[in-house]
């Protein structure tokens, strides 16, 4: 069991920057690959960065030069630092874990482990 908990959501102008922090309850992420999601109404959850047990990281072309997925040395916090943002990426986002044995990258559907979620709100 992994238990994830976000922060750092908020509302911002569109230009503006974030950086969301996704903590796992008691554990490390050695054992995982992790990622961060997005969700809006209506449509369908989408992978915006990922991170593998190795360290290889894929990103959303949407979002490609915009976020910086990071995580601490220790790996108990994986951070999404977003820059230049734009009112498309508002969005719930959410954090998620899987074991290394069912990494899925940008697809949400083998992560078995989520966040609460944190709202992020870009206005133009």
């Known amino acids: 069991q992994v238990r994830l908990e976000e922060s750092g959501g908020g509302s911002v102008q569109s230009g503006g920057s974030l950086r969301l922090s996704c903590t796992a309850y008691r554990k490390t992420f050695n054992d995982y690959c992790v990622g961060w999601f997005r969700e809006v109404p209506g449509k369908e959850r989408e992978g915006v960065a990922s991170?593998?047990?190795?360290?290889?990281?894929d990103y959303a072309d949407s979002v490609k030069g915009r976020f910086t997925l990071s995580q601490d040395r220790a790996k108990t916090t994986l951070f999404l630092t977003m820059n230049n943002l734009k009112p498309e990426d508002t969005a719930m986002y959410y954090c998620a874990a899987v074991t290394v044995d069912y990494c899925g990258g940008l697809d949400p559907y083998p992560y078995n482990y989520w966040g609460q979620g944190t709202q992020v709100t870009v206005s133009a």
């Open positions: 991170i593998d047990s190795e360290g290889s990281i």
